[in-house]
């Protein structure tokens, strides 16, 4: 599918080979990514900066109609983390409730255990440090047969504007510095949400490309959006000016279209998972299968 907006804008993407990760007191814990306190920051400048919503008014667009499409009702109902104004209040729901940023930094949700019926979440665990975890406190707090519904920036985003930073840090300054946070592949997500306690996990993604002006006027956009680099091990010194002149001279190289405008690429994993109850459908166990495939495949073959 492909946009062709004036504007959007996201800083998430696989970390660069020598970025290096701050690890949590407990060694076993998660190695801590993200400054999630300078995430709350930079969300908040860019409300005063006028945000730039195209990106979050689509998927809240098209969570509201998978929720459409799911033949359930839906009480208790709470929001997790989405930037902006979030995804509810709904008149759908009787009970909404929504978690802010700032309500849990480091990633604590501290919720009643089996108190919701739905939980949703908009383009915020991208920048969440310890996801299992995070899944494993929302499973916890989900009643049975409650729905886990969330999209979250992943996969090829803003690939072009990496390859682009990465090419012009090399000729400018002789080295790549960490820029990029690990994307979650969709591949992962599915065994993430299992891992978690978890049911009938599906995962899919949307691939959206929108057209700018120039690589200033992308960087523009996820400056508005909040989402610019958060990696505990980003640097410091501002980036000089000749690198991102050389930068935006190679995006134009080579993601530009024939009329000069450049691509650039956002991937939307979605979620979805239950809650365990014991009305829904299980795996038969092995061995229990009443017909042979064999027998199957030879019938087949014969009519």
Not at 63 to 91: H, K, M, Q, S
Not at 93 to 118: T, V
Request: aromatic fraction near 6%.
């Amino acid at each position: 599918m492909s946009f062709r907006l004036a504007r959007p804008r996201l800083d998430c993407q696989r970390p660069a080979a020598n970025v290096s990760t701050r690890m949590a007191s407990d060694p076993n814990a998660a190695p801590v990514l993200f400054d999630r306190t300078l995430l709350a920051q930079r969300q908040a400048r860019a409300a005063r900066l006028g945000p730039a919503t195209f990106l979050i008014d689509r998927v809240i667009e098209d969570l509201d109609e998978r929720l459409a499409a799911v033949n359930r009702r839906f009480a208790a109902v709470i929001d997790i983390w989405t930037p902006g104004e979030g995804v509810l209040p709904c008149d759908r729901f009787k009970s909404a409730s929504r978690l802010a940023l700032a309500d849990a930094p480091q990633e604590e949700l501290r919720l009643a255990p089996g108190s919701f019926d739905l939980a949703v979440s908009a383009l915020a665990f991208q920048f969440v440090n310890d996801l299992p975890g995070v899944l494993a406190q929302i499973r916890r707090a989900l009643k049975p047969d409650g729905l886990l519904l969330a999209a979250m920036i992943g996969g090829e985003t803003l690939t072009e504007l990496r390859e682009s930073f990465a090419a012009a840090e090399a000729e400018c300054e002789g080295g790549v510095s960490p820029r990029v946070a690990p994307f979650a592949d969709v591949r992962d997500l599915g065994q993430l949400l299992q891992r978690a306690g978890l049911a009938l996990p599906v995962t899919d993604v949307e691939h959206l490309v929108v057209r700018y002006a120039d690589a200033f006027a992308l960087m523009s956009d996820l400056r508005r959006m909040g989402a610019t680099n958060i990696l505990l091990e980003r640097r410091r010194t501002p980036t000089r000016r000749a690198t991102l002149l050389r930068m935006a001279q190679i995006y134009g190289e080579r993601f530009a279209d024939a009329d000069g405008r450049i691509r650039a690429t956002f991937d939307v994993i979605w979620l979805s998972a239950w809650a365990p109850h014991e009305s829904q459908p299980k795996p038969l166990k092995p061995g229990s299968a009443q017909a042979s495939l064999e027998a199957a495949v030879k019938k087949a073959g014969k009519s």
